[in-house]
C-alpha cells in the first residue's frame, strides 16, 4: 500500500505552559517546514483543536488545570485518529509510559533533543494518513467533494473514513435511510489506493434470490436454463477495486454463507463452475436495519457480520447535525437551478430557518426532495417561505394580525352555526349563547343572511350538511 501524499506544511499544535519551551519548539518546528499553534494550557489547546485541528499535538503532561494525560482522553474521544505526542518530566515517566498503552503515539523526557522530538513527529505523520485538514491547503481533499457538511460530527466521521480507506479492511456504513450511507461507500473508495480501479454497487434488497447469486459471483455457459452465455459477477467486475453491497441486511441466508466464503477464500466460484477464480475486492457494506437484532433472530449469520463489520461508521441523522442543514440546502439549489435551468440564486432566509428546525425523518434525500420540489416550482430568484412550507407540508401560517385571525374565526364560526340550524337564527343565537339582537348585529358585520342557509326546495343547496 503506498503512502497517502502528506500535506506540505503540516500543521503541529504545541501544548506547553513554559513559555520558553514553547517559543524554542516552535521555531525548530517552523524551521522544519512545518505549520505551528501553541496553546498554554490543556484548554486553550481544545479550543485551538475545535477550531482548526491540526495533524498532530505534541503536549507536555504537567500543564495547570487539565494535564496531558486529560487532554489526551477528550482528544481521544473526539479526534480518536489525532496523533499525540506527550513530553514529561522526570516525575511523570510511568504517566506516559502507560499513557503510550491507550493510544498515544509516544513520549519524549524533558529535556529532550529536539532532533528527536522531530523524529517522532515524523513518525507519527507518516502513520497518520490525514494529510491536511482540508480548510488551508485544498489538497487531498477530492475523495470528499460530494459530501457537504459543516458539522463537527461530519468531520469527524470523515476523518475516520480517510483513515480506514487506506487501509483494507473491510467496512461497515450504517445509518438511517436517506442520511447519506452511498455517499460515503463511494467517497471510502476514492481516498483509497484501489481509487483507480472500479467501484462496483450493488443492492442486495432489490434483486430477486435465484438472480442474487450470479449477479455477484457469475455464472458459466449452461449453469442454467437460459445461461447461454457465461456472465461475470459483480465481484469479478469489482477486481482491484471496491465491492458495495449495499442493504446487506436483506441477503437471503442461503448467499450470506456463499457470501461468507468468499470474503475467507478471497475467490469466487461462479454458478455451474468447478473451480474458484481469486478476486481482490475490498468490501463496503451498508445498511439501515438492525443487524444486531437480525442476528438474535437467526436472520443475518453472526460470523459474516464479523466479516463485514471490522470498522462500523455511523451516520448520524440529519436532525442530529442541523448546522450542515443551510450548507446542504443551498449545494442543492445550485444542482437544481442546473437541472431545471432557472436562474435560482438561494432561498430566502426564512425559508432557510423553516428547513433548519424541521423535522427529518428521510434525512439528507428528503431535503433535497423537498429543495427540488421548491426549485421546480419557483418562480422567483430566491424561494421563498411558502414553497419551502409547501413541500415541507407544513400549514402555512400566514402573516395575519389578530384582528384579522379572529375575524376570520367569527366569520367561519357563523356560517357553521347557521348550517347546523337551516338558518334558524333564534336557534343558533341559543346555540352561540348570544341575544338574538347581538346575533344579528353579527350576522350584518359579516353580511351574512339568515336566508342564505335555508334548505327550501329549489333553493341554493347552501345547507348541506
Ligand atoms: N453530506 C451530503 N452531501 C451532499 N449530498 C448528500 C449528502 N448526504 C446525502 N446526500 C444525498 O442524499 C441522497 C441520499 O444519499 P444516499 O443514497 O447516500 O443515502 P443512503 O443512506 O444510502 O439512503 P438509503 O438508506 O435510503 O439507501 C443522495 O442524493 C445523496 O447524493
Ligand atoms: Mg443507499
Known sequence: MKPLPRAAAAHVLVIDDDLDLLRLLSMRLHARGFRVSTATS??????????????????????????????FDEIRATRPTLPVILLT??????????????GVFGYLTKPFDSKRLLEKIE?????????????????????????????????ELLEEARVVAASDASVLIRGESGTGKEVLARAIHRASRRARAPFVAINCGAIPEPLLESELFGHVRGAFTGAAKAHAGLFQSADGGTLFLDEIGDMPPALQVKLLRVLQERAVRPVGATRAEPVDVRVLSATHRDLEAAMTEGQFREDLYYRLDVVTLTLPRLDERREDIPLLANSFVQQLAKKYGKPIAGIAPEALEALAVAAWPGNVRQLYNVVEQSCALATTPLIPLTLIQRALRVPAL???????AKQRFERN?????????????ADAARLADRNRTEFYRLLQKYELTPAMFRSAPGSSGLAER
Do not use: C
Open 123 to 155: 513518525q507519527a505523520l507518516q502513520l497518520s494518513p490525514l494529510g491536511g485538514n482540508g480548510h488551508e491547503d485544498g489538497t487531498g481533499e477530492a475523495w470528499r467533494e460530494d459530501i457537504v457538511f459543516r458539522s463537527s460530527r461530519m468531520a
Open 89 to 102: 518530566a522526570h516525575g511523570t515517566i510511568p504517566d506516559a509510559v502507560q499513557a503510550t498503552s491507550r
Open 42 to 71: 490543556a484548554e486553550e489547546g481544545l479550543a485551538r483543536i475545535a477550531v482548526e485541528p491540526p495533524q498532530l499535538v505534541v503536549s507536555d503532561i504537567r500543564l495547570p488545570g487539565l494535564d496531558g494525560l486529560a487532554l
Open 398 to 404: 400566514e402573516a395575519m394580525t389578530y384582528a384579522e
Open 413 to 425: 364560526y357563523l356560517v357553521q352555526i347557521l348550517k347546523l340550524t337551516d338558518g334558524n337564527v
